[in-house]
């Protein structure tokens, strides 16, 4: 495991003080890994929506029907035969 050792301004040492005994974190070390997830999640998040837009601008939309699932079903169960792969329900 990577230990970093940073400095803090005593306004900056208090607050995270405060913010692990309000939040109720065992120690510095749990807060900042907290608060790395949560930049993690939120960089995701607005990748998937990135992606999402730029889908949503790729092209023509077209209806996705019970029909259109089942014939990209057929495609997909057909590809995965072809490369003799097997499916485990």
Do not use: F
């Given at each position: 495991?990577?230990?970093?050792?940073?400095?803090?301004?005593?306004?900056?040492?208090?607050?995270?003080?405060?913010?692990?005994?309000?939040?109720?974190?065992?120690?510095?070390?749990?807060?900042?890994?907290?608060?790395?997830?949560?930049?993690?999640?939120?960089?995701?998040?607005?990748?998937?929506?990135?992606m999402l837009?730029?889908?949503l601008d790729?092209?023509?939309?077209?209806?996705?029907?019970?029909?259109?699932?089942?014939?990209?079903?057929?495609?997909?169960?057909k590809n995965?035969?072809?490369?003799?792969?097997?499916?485990?329900?």
């Amino acid at each position: 495991m990577t230990q970093v050792n940073i400095s803090l301004p005593p306004a900056v040492e208090e607050y995270l003080h405060q913010q692990i005994t309000q939040k109720g974190y065992k120690n510095l070390e749990d807060y900042i890994y907290h608060l790395i997830l949560e930049d993690q999640k939120h960089n995701t998040q607005e990748k998937l929506e990135t992606m999402l837009i730029d889908g949503l601008d790729s092209g023509t939309p077209i209806p996705i029907t019970e029909d259109w699932w089942e014939q990209k079903r057929a495609e997909l169960l057909k590809n995965l035969l072809n490369h003799n792969c097997t499916y485990a329900s």
